[in-house]
Nanobody, 116 residues
Framework: QVQLVESGGGLVQPGGSLRLSCAAS????????MSWYRQAPGKERELVAT????????NYADSVKGRFTISRDNYKDTLYLQMNNLQPEDTAVYYC?????????WGQGTQVTVSS
């Protein structure tokens, strides 16, 4: 059974940093387009960042450009999201997603709360 397991969430003060991880199992990780999404209370799930399978080309939502960095380690089958200068509006459940053609997998999410 395919698994994507996020970790690294928590409570952080405004201006702080967190690093999220998403460990993948039972997929050929190197072939998948990987993404981070987030969903704040009462809001729709939104795309935060993507990274392509081989070239590692990245794209970001305007709201996180310059603050967040998506990366992947294809040897460890792990996706990362480095989040710096976190703000209260970044509070959400963060999900990783792996996509390859018709194959589409999601993690269970990890809570990030930014509050003083």
């Amino acid at each position: 059974q395919v698994q994507l397991v996020e970790s690294g969430g928590g409570l952080v003060q405004p201006g702080g940093s967190l690093r999220l991880s998403c460990a993948a199992s039972r997929i050929t990780f190197t072939m998948y387009l990987m993404s981070w999404y987030r969903q704040a209370p009462g809001k729709e799930r939104e795309l935060v960042a993507t990274i392509t399978s081989r070239s590692g080309t990245t794209n970001y939502a305007d709201s996180v450009k310059g603050r967040f960095t998506i990366s992947r380690d294809n040897y460890k089958d792990t996706l990362y999201l480095q989040m710096n200068n976190l703000q209260p509006e970044d509070t959400a459940v963060y999900y990783c997603r792996g996509s390859l053609g018709h194959l589409d997998y999601w993690g269970q999410g990890t809570q990030v709360t930014v509050s003083s």
